[in-house]
């Protein structure tokens, strides 16, 4: 049975940092590139970050460039987003997604897999 289960998500403040965490399993992890999208109420869905199947290459949308860091141990089926210097915008359900090849699609369809997601809200 697949699972892509995603958590750490929270209220932090403006400037503040988090680290969000998906944890995946009946699939064969290590040969997916995984995927970070988030979905700010009211609007669409955004691609936020991508990281490759082997040895690591990221991907950044330009929103979170230089804020945001993707990474995974695949020892441990497991993704991570790593947030900082958090904005007000960057409130939004986050969703953890995987699919064969790299793309930066934003729509749930094109994935393989895909979580329920974890909600992080800045606000002071």
């Known amino acids: 049975q697949v699972q892509v289960v995603e958590s750490g998500g929270g209220l932090v403040q403006p400037g503040g940092s988090l680290k969000i965490s998906c944890a995946a399993s009946?699939?064969?992890?290590?040969?997916?590139?995984m995927n970070w999208v988030r979905q700010a109420p009211g609007k669409g869905p955004e691609w936020v970050a991508g990281?490759?199947?082997?040895?690591?290459?990221?991907w950044y949308a330009e929103s979170v460039q230089g804020r945001f860091t993707i990474s995974r141990d695949n020892s441990k089926n497991m993704v991570y987003l790593q947030m900082n210097r958090l904005e007000p915008e960057d409130t939004a359900t986050y969703f953890c997604?995987?699919?064969?090849?790299?793309?930066?699609?934003?729509?749930?369809?094109?994935?393989?897999?895909w979580g329920q997601g974890t909600q992080v809200t800045v606000s002071s």
């Open positions: 997604a995987a699919r064969r090849e790299f793309n930066k699609c934003r729509t749930q369809g094109v994935y393989n897999y």
């Open positions: 009946g699939f064969s992890f290590r040969n997916y590139y």
């Open positions: 990281i490759s199947d082997g040895a690591p290459t990221t």
